[in-house]
C-alpha cells in the first residue's frame, strides 16, 4: 500500500518561502510522475506543479517563477520550493502520485500567508 507523508506547512509573512516535502513509501516500482495540489476554502482543488522521474516540469500559471518542484528519486520523495509567498498561495496542499495500481494522495499540509 502507497502511502504519502507531507511536511513543511505552516503560517508565513507575505513575501516569505517555504519549502513542502512528500516522501512516499510502501513503492515497489519506479514512480514517474509526482504533483503537489492545493485547495483553498471554497474552492476546487487544484494543480501546483508536476515533476516526471526524468525531471520535466510542469507548473500553474499563478506559480510559475515563484515555485520550484524537484525530487530525489532514490527517496521517493518530492519537494516544493515556494518563494514570494501571497495571501491567494494560502490553501491546504497535497502530494500526489500516480501509480500503477491507483491515484494516491496524501493527507495535505496546511500553508497559511498572513501578516
Known amino acids: 500500500q502507497v502511502q504519502l507523508v507531507e511536511s513543511g506547512g505552516g503560517l508565513v509573512q507575505p513575501g516569505g518561502s517555504l519549502r513542502l516535502s512528500c516522501t512516499a513509501s510502501?513503492?515497489?516500482?519506479?514512480?514517474?510522475?509526482m504533483g503537489w495540489y492545493r485547495q483553498a476554502p471554497g474552492k476546487e482543488r487544484e494543480l501546483v506543479a508536476t515533476i516526471t522521474r526524468g525531471g520535466s516540469t510542469n507548473y500553474a500559471d499563478s506559480v510559475k517563477g515563484r515555485f520550484t518542484i524537484s525530487r530525489v528519486n532514490a527517496k521517493n520523495t518530492v519537494y516544493l520550493q515556494m518563494n514570494s509567498l501571497n495571501a491567494e498561495d494560502t490553501a491546504v496542499y497535497y502530494c500526489?502520485?500516480?501509480?500503477?495500481?491507483?491515484?494516491?494522495w496524501g493527507k495535505g499540509t496546511q500553508v497559511t500567508v498572513s501578516s
Open positions: 500526489n502520485v500516480p501509480y500503477y495500481n491507483g491515484d494516491y
Open positions: 510502501g513503492i515497489l516500482f519506479s514512480i514517474n510522475v
